[in-house]
């Protein structure tokens, strides 16, 4: 079995566990949400977008912790490295990861991050017209944000990267999977 799919069946039974070991309230809940953002630095990816999926317990009422993964999908984009044109290849993150949150209020402003390990998927190599080597297959992942919540809703400005190292370069080009954007969430709580 792939690492990929061991750690899609770990994360799924981590959830199972933690959703079956709470108390049944609202302090519990699943957040759905999509984001979308320009590559930072744009070497070999123009944009992306993703879908995230997490489970949060509010461990104080302006405190959460819980797990969180999803899928970003990064756009490749043509680059010239010494006078060479590059295709380079669309690509994914699948990230695994600790969720932190702090909501200094019931409604209003919080921030937070993700933290973990970003699985890179897609093609094997970096470009696809060039001799180029393979892709990452993944790194430390990072995301921070900052936004509005109320109940119901979450809107933030978030910044994710996956640090490859000097893995995946041409020439001079680094390769990146990093990504400033606006992200939305949609909370449902678990129990009464």
């Known amino acids: 079995m792939s690492s990929m799919k061991k750690s899609i069946l770990a994360l799924g039974l981590m959830s199972a566990g933690l959703m079956s070991a709470q108390s049944m309230d609202m302090k519990n809940m699943i957040k759905i949400g999509a984001n979308v953002g320009l590559a930072v630095p744009a070497e070999n990816a123009s944009a992306n977008v993703g879908l995230d999926l997490s489970y949060q317990n509010l461990i104080t009422p302006g405190f959460g912790l819980g797990i969180a993964t999803g ?3 990064f756009f490749g984009r043509e680059n010239t490295v010494n006078n060479v044109n590059i295709d380079n290849n669309d690509f994914g993150v699948v990230p695994v990861a600790a969720l932190i949150r702090i909501y ?6 919080y921030f937070g991050t993700d933290l973990g390990y970003g699985f890179i998927v897609g093609d ?7 001799a180029s080597p393979d892709r990452p297959d993944g790194g430390f992942y990072i ?20 640090f490859t190292g000097d893995k995946g370069e041409i020439g001079t080009q680094k390769y990146n999977a990093g990504a400033l954007g606006i992200g939305v969430g ?4 678990l129990g009464k």
Not at 104 to 109: A, I, M, V, Y
Not at 186 to 189: G, K, L, S
């Open 124 to 130: 094997d190599k970096v470009a696809s017209n060039v």
């Open 104 to 109: 200094p209020k019931q409604t209003g402003f």
């Open 71 to 73: 899928y970003s999908h």
């Open 143 to 162: 995301k921070p944000e900052i936004g509005y919540h109320n109940r119901d809703w979450n809107v933030a400005l978030q910044y994710q990267k996956t």
């Open 186 to 189: 949609y909370n449902i709580p």
